[in-house]
Structure formats: structure tokens, C-alpha cells
């Protein structure tokens, strides 16, 4: 993996589009790494209306419902540790991908989580994401609790 995105739901819709090419036409494509897709969408509307699915490009996509939430609130879902373990492994088998892109609604929060977590387990500086953004810390520390479980069972 050369590098983790992480994206607004609109800018992560333009960044798959740009694989997009007409038939016979490949090279018109802006767009040619491989790439795996963590969509995070919400509880209230449920979902976006659409997911991400393989194609040429993307090699995997995972789709969770959560909400931008730190504790437990009446009609909203708390992201869960079989969750973080899903993205675990959904990292974990992704790696030979070139780009993992994340993406939540903004691109502020969950998805800022998930791709300070990634980084992290990935041997990477995670500290822009913590500099440059407010990342979920329920979300990141699920996400770190279960995967240092894991590495202790292991």
C-alpha cells in the first residue's frame, strides 16, 4: 500500500470515477492505481444510497454503518469492535493494493480515525491526521484496542 486517502463521500465518488474510461478507450482514464474502499456511512438516512463495489480498479470494498458519535445516544449506532475487527482485517488483506481509500461524510472524523488507525498499523507517521483534523477517538481507540488484542493473542 503506497498510500492511504482519506476523503469526503463526494471526493472519494470523484476519485473512483476517475478510473472510469469509455469501453476501448483505457488510457482516457486520470486515474490508473489499484485501490480498496472503506465507506463509512450513517444510521439516520441508512446509508448513502449507494456503495462501492469491485471492479478493475478497486479490489475490495467495505461498508459500514456508524455514526460520528464518542458514547452511546439514543437512535444513533456506536462504532463496535466487531467493526474494528472487520477493518482489521479488511486492511490486512488489502495490502497489495496502491491506494486504500477511506471515507465517511466529511472526511473529518471517522474516517480521519480509521486512517490514523491504518497508518498506524501499517508502520506509518500517524500524527498528520491528528494535527490536521479532529479524528473520532472512540472510533481510533476501538480500533487500537482491538487490533493490540489481537497482536497479544497472536
Not at 13 to 40: C, N, Q, R, W
Not at 69 to 79: D, E, N, P, S, Y
Request: hydrophobic share 35%; aromatic share 12%.
Amino acid at each position: 500500500m503506497k498510500r492511504i486517502m482519506v476523503r469526503s463521500v463526494f471526493d472519494a465518488f470523484d476519485y473512483v470515477m476517475a478510473h472510469y474510461y469509455p469501453y476501448g478507450l483505457e488510457d482516457m482514464a486520470e486515474k490508473k492505481d489499484t485501490y480498496a474502499v472503506i465507506s463509512i456511512q450513517d444510521t439516520h438516512t441508512q446509508g448513502f444510497g449507494f456503495q462501492f463495489c469491485e471492479s478493475k480498479s478497486c479490489k475490495g470494498a467495505l461498508t459500514l454503518c456508524f455514526d460520528d458519535i464518542v458514547k452511546r445516544v439514543k437512535g444513533a449506532v456506536l462504532f463496535s469492535e466487531s467493526q474494528a475487527e472487520e477493518i482489521i482485517d479488511f486492511i490486512e488483506s488489502h495490502k497489495e493494493v496502491e491506494t486504500l481509500l477511506i471515507h465517511c461524510y466529511g472526511g473529518q472524523s471517522r474516517s480521519r480515525a480509521v486512517g490514523a488507525f491504518a497508518a498506524k498499523m501499517l508502520g506509518v507517521d500517524n500524527s498528520p491526521y491528528f494535527e490536521k483534523g479532529n479524528p473520532n477517538q472512540h472510533v481510533y481507540d476501538t480500533l487500537e484496542k482491538v487490533w493490540k488484542k489481537r497482536k497479544k493473542n497472536a
